[in-house]
T-cell receptor
Framework: KQEVTQIPAALSVPEGENLVLNCSFT??????LQWFRQDPGKGLTSLLL?????REQTSGRLNASLDKSSGRSTLYIAASQPGDSATYLC????????????FGTGTLLAVQP | KAGVTQTPRYLIKTRGQQVTLSCSPI?????VSWYQQTPGQGLQFLFE???????NKGNFPGRFSGRQFSNSRSEMNVSTLELGDSALYLC???????????????FGPGTRLTVL
């Protein structure tokens, strides 16, 4: 059974710092891994999707890496801003004909001005 | 292009009642998935529909059901509501669905259900 864990559960950093969020999963047979952002009381915003054959994806100040063999992904945020404050969730999609995502527990990020 | 929409946004019901939530996917998307989010359990998969067929189901009791219409809009129904059903219900849509590793899932804003 696939299990997804995110460390740390919460993180507070001063504005301008670079930071790394971690995601680990127990079953390496995944189709892809997706990083999402969730603002309080809101839905999820997709940030990056990494296919199982890829090693990393970049979008602006965000860079996500994937090491399938070790069951790990990281989300790197450069030059953090107060507007980056949110909960960050990673989710893995297993193989087969399904879009089922298994989510981690999330990292609550606070960027202090 | 309009995003995923969910109605209603907020709902208050009492125990024993039933509720129907609606989700309209992004135009052209054929796969719709539903998730329940609670502080204790996090995000949990309920079910997925693709071309009007349920393709996968999570570990929820039979009180939770859903369907998808020919225009890809989806509804989920919860019967005999319990206090523990209070949650944010999210739906997500994607374009190709089956077997597409590049398929990004786009989430709606959710329906906040409170059961009293």
């Amino acid at each position: 059974k696939q299990e997804v864990t995110q460390i740390p559960a919460a993180l507070s950093v001063p504005e301008g710092e670079n930071l790394v969020l971690n995601c680990s999963f127990t079953d390496s047979a995944i189709y892809n891994l997706q990083w999402f952002r969730q603002d309080p009381g809101k839905g999820l915003t997709s940030l990056l999707l990494i296919q199982s054959s890829q090693r990393e994806q970049t979008s602006g100040r965000l860079n996500a890496s994937l090491d399938k063999s070790s069951g790990r992904s990281t989300l790197y945020i450069a030059a953090s801003q107060p507007g980056d404050s949110a909960t960050y969730l990673c989710a893995v999609r297993g193989g087969g004909a399904t879009n089922k995502l298994i989510f981690g527990t999330g990292t609550l990020l606070a960027v202090q001005p | 292009k309009a995003g995923v929409t969910q109605t209603p946004r907020y709902l208050i019901k009492t125990r024993g009642q039933q509720v129907t939530l609606s989700c309209s996917p992004i135009s052209g998307h054929r796969s719709v998935s539903w998730y329940q989010q609670t502080p204790g359990q996090g995000l949990q998969f309920l079910f997925e529909y693709f071309s009007e067929t349920q393709r996968n189901k999570g570990n929820f009791p039979g009180r939770f059901s859903g369907r998808q219409f020919s225009n890809s809009r989806s509804e989920m129904n919860v019967s005999t509501l319990e206090l523990g059903d209070s949650a944010l219900y999210l739906c997500a849509s994607s374009l190709r669905g089956q077997g597409a590793s590049t398929d990004t899932q786009y989430f709606g804003p959710g329906t906040r259900l409170t059961v009293l």
